[in-house]
């Protein structure tokens, strides 16, 4: 076994910033198709989805 630390951002932003990204994605997906399974694929893909939700539907906040 090696003693790296293993480091990077890990998968689509990785960290407590890929958290909150997939969170608030999980979040929009389900505001907008009230689908468990979109709001899963949603939350994989992160900020890609929320940037996606701003420029579709001009709000970041569902409402």
Do not use: R
């Not at 689908?35 to 970041?60: D, M």
């Amino acid at each position: 076994m090696s003693d790296e630390k293993k480091s990077g951002c890990g998968c689509f932003g990785g960290g407590i910033f890929g958290s909150v990204g997939a969170v608030i994605a999980a979040l929009l997906s389900w505001s907008v198709n009230h689908s468990l399974l979109w709001a899963l694929i949603h939350a994989f893909f992160s900020w890609f989805y929320v940037l996606y939700h701003w420029i579709q539907y001009g709000t970041i906040m569902p409402g």
